[in-house]
């Protein structure tokens, strides 16, 4: 896992950051993970995880961590980071992990994946 970086904000955060109350591997403390010159120039500092992906397996839904009840401060934290559009930035195997984007005319990939997204609720009017 690499540190979470904004299009917003030049300010980065730690995965493993408490605020964000994500899953860490079992024992606890994220390891540092070897990193590579482009990681070490850009200020990355990457962790193993608690995740496991195979390529080419198709399994289920597993639990990767007990269930967490998070801190209204962790809450509002969050839906500070989701506001200003934080980006998860994963690597598997030293490849980036990214997500096809579909603008009205192109479809692309960029790297990273966001760390979640506002729902617009339209307010309902009931019949009278």
């Known amino acids: 896992m690499n ?17 964000f109350g994500f899953c860490e591997p079992e024992g606890g403390e994220p390891k540092s993970a070897s990193s590579n010159f482009g990681s070490v120039l850009f200020g990355d500092r990457v962790f193993d995880s608690p995740f496991e992906l195979k390529m080419n397996v198709n399994e289920s839904c597993k639990i990767l961590c007990p269930l967490k009840t998070l801190e209204p401060a962790q809450v509002n934290f969050l839906i500070q980071r989701i506001q200003e559009r934080y980006m998860m930035n994963w690597a598997v195997d030293g490849l980036p992990v990214g997500r096809k984007v579909k603008d009205n005319t192109t479809e692309y990939s960029t790297p990273g994946f966001e760390l979640g997204t506002r729902e617009n609720k339209k307010k309902v009017n009931s019949p009278s």
């Open 3 to 19: 540190a979470l970086k904004s299009q917003h904000t030049v300010i980065p955060y730690d995965y493993y950051l408490p605020h």
